[in-house]
């Protein structure tokens, strides 16, 4: 699996790093996911992607998905961002490229929560969450 380095680490604040992930493309047997690994800027204390990848899981056979590109940047929304995806679907027979076409996939994507933090949130919605289902 290739990933894009989209920001150095140096500028990253320490343990504050949040994978994220996507899909972009579904079909009956296979899908194609996007995954972006956010963290904090030490300057700035804002939110920014630090690498991405980009996946084909489920029934992948006669098929190679093979990305040429990824870009991951801050959308005018607090906490989302605006990707772009460039790749080559490949379907193969008996390991001969029989079609190959260019893919591009673009969207937005929006941090999840960490752990503790996704936590806190259910725990402090739990009243109305309560209260939404069995008023």
Do not use: R
Request: aromatic content about 10%; overall charge positive.
């Amino acid at each position: 699996m290739e990933k894009w380095k989209l920001s150095s680490g140096k500028e990253i604040s320490p343990s504050s790093s949040n994978y994220t992930d996507i899909s972009i493309d579904k079909t009956l047997l296979s899908t194609i996911n996007l995954g972006v690994l956010f963290g904090k800027e030490k300057t700035s204390n804002k939110n920014i992607a630090i690498e991405a990848n980009s996946i084909m899981t489920g029934l992948v056979c006669g098929q190679e998905w093979k990305p040429l590109s990824i870009s991951v940047d801050p959308a005018a929304i607090n906490g989302k961002f605006k990707y772009i995806v460039i790749g080559t679907l490949k379907w193969k027979l008996l390991g001969t490229t029989f079609y190959s076409q260019t893919k591009i996939y673009s969207g937005f994507i929006t941090m999840k929560p960490k752990g503790l933090q996704l936590m806190n949130l259910i725990l402090s919605n739990k009243n109305n969450i309560m209260s939404h289902y069995f008023v």
